[in-house]
C-alpha cells in the first residue's frame, strides 16, 4: 500500500465521521444555546437543566437518522472492502 492510498482512506474515514457525528452534535450545540439564552433569561443558572434537554434532543435526533447513518456507514465500510484486492 502506498502513502496516497492510506492517505486518502484516512481522509474518507474522517470526513464519514464528521458526517455521521454532526447532526448529533449541531443538535446538542442548537439546544445547549437555546437553554443557555433561556437560563440567562431567567437567572437560573444550573447546569444539570440543561444537560437533561441535550440528552433528550440528541437521542430523538440519533433516533431519527439511525437509517441514514448506518447506510452511509455501511456504505463506506463497503467500499473500503472492495477496494482492498485493488490495492494489493
Do not use: C, K, Y
Amino acid at each position: 500500500m502506498d502513502m496516497t492510498t492510506a492517505l486518502d482512506w484516512s481522509r474518507e474515514a474522517l470526513r464519514t465521521a464528521l458526517i455521521l457525528g454532526g447532526p448529533a452534535l449541531l443538535t446538542a450545540l442548537a439546544v445547549g444555546l437555546f437553554i443557555g439564552a433561556l437560563q440567562t433569561m431567567t437567572q437560573l443558572h444550573e447546569p444539570t437543566i440543561s444537560l437533561i434537554p441535550r440528552l433528550v434532543a440528541v437521542a430523538l435526533a440519533v433516533l431519527a437518522l439511525l437509517p441514514w447513518m448506518i447506510g452511509r456507514w455501511v456504505a463506506f465500510a463497503v467500499e473500503l472492502i472492495e477496494n482492498i484486492p485493488e490495492r494489493f
